[in-house]
């Protein structure tokens, strides 16, 4: 797929005698959403984490942008690996905030210590992010005097910081009261708005429904099942997506 900004292809990736992904093909095309689901356990985290190099793999291979990684990691050089790194910003259920620092200073960490920007250029960046994700006024906050939902959008706007092609969102809903959940969620569709790419683990079927662009389904170590929306969602194909969606649809 000439498109693809993420290609993964035939990854496995076993803990001990315990298969987690077993052979799993996925894409991701540039500056489209993609709602990845799946039962609790089945390598949804896991799969995110080889994509954005923070996990090695057994077997195959996974290209992001113009950079590929190889099974094992011992063929990576560090600067490929830092490279995907860049490329694919992560951001997790639990914010993983620094509590010492300002939601701005949270913003600047990255560029004024790993891309060595001045530090004037950092502000001005991080303050325009922060407006980006609704926070001008909270700029000078301390995470601990920020909501969970403010908190999520500090961390969506440090990720944007260092200009990733892509974000991966791993439940960054999950542990957030119902109408903090929509002012992230809502901050997530302005983004896609302005073109960013999106590959999202959630339980929001309902945001999936209306925002992705594909769903894809992992279940027993393998995608069992991709497409848009409207066809993965309503008419599931497998008894297994079937029996996941009862169970998340309650
Ligand atoms: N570092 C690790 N070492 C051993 N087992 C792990 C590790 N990380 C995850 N697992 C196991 O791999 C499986 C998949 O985990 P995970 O990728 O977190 O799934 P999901 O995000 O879909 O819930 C789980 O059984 C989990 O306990
Ligand atoms: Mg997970």
Same mark, same amino acid.
């Not at 390598?43 to 923070?54: M, Y």
């Not at 939902?149 to 260092?162: F, N, W």
């Not at 009261?177 to 790419?197: A, F, M, R, S």
């Given at each position: ?79 490929? !690996?830092? /490279?995907?790194? $860049?490329?694919?910003? =992560?951001?997790? %259920? ?8 300002? *939601? @701005? ?47 999520? !959008?500090? /961390?969506?706007? $440090?990720?944007?910081? =260092?200009?990733? %092609? ?8 999950? *542990? @957030? ?59 599931? %194909? ?13």
């Amino acid at each position: 797929m000439p498109d693809a900004l993420i290609d993964v292809d035939a990854v496995r990736l076993s803990y001990g005698a315990r298969c987690i992904l077993d052979g799993v093909s996925a894409s991701v095309i540039a500056g489209q959403t993609v709602a990845l689901l799946g039962p609790s356990g089945g390598g949804k985290s896991s799969l995110l984490r080889c994509i954005n190099g923070l996990n090695h793999f057994d077997a195959g291979r996974i290209r992001v942008g113009e950079h590929t990684l190889l099974p094992n990691g011992a063929e990576n050089s560090r600067a490929t !690996r830092g /490279a995907v790194h $860049r490329l694919a910003g =992560m951001i997790f %259920q639990d914010f993983q905030l620094f509590p010492h620092l300002t *939601a @701005l200073g949270n913003v600047m960490e990255a560029p004024v210590h790993v891309l060595k920007s001045p530090k004037a250029a950092a502000r001005e960046q991080g303050l325009a992010l922060l407006e980006r994700v609704g926070l001008a006024d909270r700029a000078d906050f301390y995470p601990r005097q920020l909501s969970g939902g403010q908190k999520q !959008r500090v /961390a969506i706007a $440090r990720a944007l910081a =260092m200009e990733p %092609q892509v974000l991966l969102c791993d439940e960054i809903t999950s *542990a @957030l009261d119902p109408e903090l959940k929509i002012e992230v969620l809502e901050t997530l569709e302005h983004l896609q708005n302005t073109g960013l790419t999106l590959l999202m683990v959630t339980h929001e079927i309902g945001f999936a429904r209306r925002a992705a662009d594909q769903v894809m389904i992992l279940a027993d170590g393998k995608i069992i099942e991709r497409g848009p929306p409207s066809e993965v969602l309503d008419r599931p %194909q497998t008894e297994r997506t079937k029996q996941f969606l009862s169970q998340v649809l309650g």
